[in-house]
């Protein structure tokens, strides 16, 4: 085998990551909406005649967005489901962010938008947090002081 042919074999073996500020898109089936979920019929420790239901276990985060300094996960819940906020959020991604958010609709109709991983956020992104939360089911919680007062500051009704 020539050298050049096993590397080039495996490059095609790999799977490139995502490069930073790229959104990973969003496969509605491979996601469970919340609105078409099943429960599992559990029999193994019933009597006869008995069913047991029991809820399917957590899933794991799936990342729905990253660049330098903001990660966005999503984990998939039985009620709502939590989008996860992780880093900082100022006008050089805020813009990503409503996008990735609108597109986290697809997976959930009701979602949680949990900001208490956010360490910095400016203006747009109080912006962008609002127009998503006004376009459907959807809360943020869990914010640190400084965002909650830069709610405050801009007189916008943001947190349930």
Same mark, same amino acid.
């Given at each position: 085998?020539?050298?050049?042919?096993?590397?080039?074999?495996?490059?095609?073996?790999?799977?490139?990551?995502?490069?930073?500020?790229?959104?990973?898109?969003?496969?509605?089936?491979?996601?469970?909406?919340?609105?078409?979920?099943?429960?599992? $019929? %559990?029999? @193994?420790?019933?009597? =006869?005649?008995?069913?047991? *239901?029991?809820?399917?276990?957590?899933?794991?985060? +799936? #990342?729905?967005?990253?660049?330098?300094?903001?990660?966005?996960?999503?984990?998939?819940?039985?009620?709502?489901?939590?989008?996860?906020?992780?880093?900082? $959020? %100022?006008? @050089?991604?805020?813009? =990503?962010?409503?996008?990735? *958010?609108?597109?986290?609709?697809?997976?959930?109709? +009701? #979602?949680?938008?949990?900001?208490?991983?956010?360490?910095?956020?400016?203006?747009?992104?109080?912006?962008?947090?609002?127009?998503?939360?006004?376009?459907?089911?959807?809360?943020?919680?869990?914010?640190?002081?400084?965002?909650?007062?830069?709610?405050?500051?801009?007189?916008?009704?943001?947190?349930?």
């Amino acid at each position: 085998m020539i050298r050049g042919e096993a590397m080039s074999h495996a490059r095609h073996t790999v799977k490139p990551r995502p490069a930073y500020g790229s959104r990973r898109p969003i496969n509605p089936a491979r996601h469970v909406r919340r609105d078409g979920h099943t429960t599992a $019929i %559990d029999t @193994s420790c019933a009597d =006869e005649g008995d069913m047991v *239901l029991s809820a399917p276990p957590p899933t794991p985060e +799936h #990342l729905l967005y990253v660049d330098h300094i903001l990660q966005v996960t999503c984990t998939i819940n039985a009620g709502p489901s939590v989008i996860n906020l992780i880093g900082e $959020i %100022d006008s @050089s991604n805020s813009g =990503e962010l409503l996008r990735t *958010l609108t597109e986290a609709r697809y997976i959930d109709d +009701h #979602l949680i938008i949990d900001v208490s991983g956010v360490t910095f956020a400016d203006v747009s992104a109080v912006r962008a947090l609002q127009s998503f939360t006004a376009g459907g089911s959807a809360v943020v919680r869990n914010a640190r002081p400084q965002l909650n007062r830069l709610v405050d500051l801009l007189g916008v009704a943001l947190f349930d």
